[in-house]
Nanobody
Framework: QVQLVESGGGLVQAGGSLRLSCAAS????????MGWFRQAPGKEREFVGA????????PYADSVKGRFTISRDNAKNTVYLHMNSLKPEDTAIYFC?????????????????WGQGTQVTVSS
């Protein structure tokens, strides 16, 4: 059974930082693409970034490039989303997800397993 558990969300002022964690069980995350997505109220779920299984590259959405970084601790089977210079428009529920696909990383439908999400709220 695969479980992804996010943590680290909360309320932060604009310009602040947060680190989200996604602890996985049931799969060794180093052999999968791990993605981060977010969903704001009234909006569709959108891709934030990923760490790819095939190359360990870390592509990001343009909206977060230069502010967010993704890292992975294989010993802890955990992936992290480091968020800096947060803006009110970053407010959303953040989800981590696991994909076995090698041909895509930003298509939500390609991810087989999802966490429950963690709320991030950025105040102005």
């Amino acid at each position: 059974q695969v479980q992804l558990v996010e943590s680290g969300g909360g309320l932060v002022q604009a310009g602040g930082s947060l680190r989200l964690s996604c602890a996985a069980s049931g799969r060794t995350i180093s052999t999968y693409t791990m993605g981060w997505f977010r969903q704001a109220p009234g909006k569709e779920r959108e891709f934030v970034g990923a760490i790819r299984r095939s190359s360990d590259s870390t592509p990001y959405a343009d909206s977060v490039k230069g502010r967010f970084t993704i890292s992975r601790d294989n010993a802890k089977n955990t992936v992290y989303l480091h968020m800096n210079s947060l803006k009110p428009e970053d407010t959303a529920i953040y989800f981590c997800a696991l994909s076995s696909a090698t041909w895509t990383y930003d298509w939500a439908a390609a991810y087989e397993y999802w966490g429950q999400g963690t709320q991030v709220t950025v105040s102005s």
